[in-house]
T-cell receptor
Framework: GAVVSQHPSRVICKSGTSVKIECRSLDFQATTMFWYRQFPKQSLMLMATSNEGSKATYEQGVEKDKFLINHASLTLSTLTVTSAHPEDSSFYIC???????????FGPGTRLTVT | GESVGLHLPTLSVQEGDNSIINCAYSNSASDYFIWYKQESGKGPQFIIDIRSNMDKRQGQRVTVLLNKTVKHLSLQIAATQPGDSAVYFCAETNDYKLSFGAGTTVTVRA
């Protein structure tokens, strides 16, 4: 149980274009979803926290107008990287959690490459 | 700010030996700690967790030890297997948000 999927698993886009990444909780309702970014050989850094039906809360240093997060339902959150640049190339990972619980269930990640 | 960190970035261990991965944390207010395993190109996988009111917890082949006096967390893997090769992260929680340490790369020698 507690499976989270992400789509696509890999994406290559040209500089200046936008790309959307989907995060789905397949067998549970995720009240809260988290988005992380991981650069090569580094740790996971939390980008934002989103609660279903509410605006996302972004961590310091993360541009909310560049990384648009939508959490329209209890099973789906999307991250849109707008006007992507090569420095946005990274591994993006989402997780889902039940209300007021510590345990997060992680997706398999999406490798974004901006050329 | 306060963060979770790891003592060693890499660990090489002989197959069948025990592994010990260490983690130092600085936020004394954290009340929940988790160890994750991440294989290349994949998302983190939950291994074991421990609450701050405990000092030891055991799972299948893994044991987590928590020393709040020196703010130290460790993960012990018994009889390390080739499939244990991965990057291991400790994480602490605050307001249900996770802060990850830097990670330790474990390589198992045959």
């Amino acid at each position: 149980g507690a499976v989270v999927s992400q789509h696509p698993s890999r994406v290559i886009c040209k500089s200046g274009t936008s790309v959307k990444i989907e995060c789905r909780s397949l067998d549970f309702q995720a009240t809260t979803m988290f988005w992380y970014r991981q650069f090569p050989k580094q740790s996971l850094m939390l980008m934002a926290t989103s609660n279903e039906g509410s605006k996302a809360t972004y961590e310091q240093g993360v541009e909310k107008d560049k990384f648009l997060i939508n959490h329209a339902s209890l099973t789906l959150s999307t991250l849109t990287v707008t006007s992507a640049h090569p420095e946005d190339s990274s591994f993006y990972i989402c997780s889902g959690a039940l209300a007021e619980t510590y345990e997060q269930y992680f997706g398999p990640g999406t490798r974004l490459t901006v050329t | 700010g306060e963060s979770v960190g790891l003592h060693l970035p890499t660990l090489s261990v002989q197959e069948g030996d025990n592994s010990i991965i260490n983690c130092a944390y600085s936020n004394s207010a954290s009340d929940y700690f988790i160890w994750y395993k991440q294989e290349s190109g994949k998302g983190p996988q939950f291994i074991i967790d421990i609450r701050s009111n405990m000092d030891k917890r055991q799972g299948q082949r893994v044991t987590v030890l928590l020393n709040k006096t020196v703010k130290h967390l460790s993960l012990q893997i018994a009889a390390t297997q080739p499939g244990d090769s991965a990057v291991y992260f400790c994480a602490e929680t605050n307001d249900y948000k996770l802060s990850f340490g830097a990670g330790t790369t474990v390589t198992v020698r045959a």
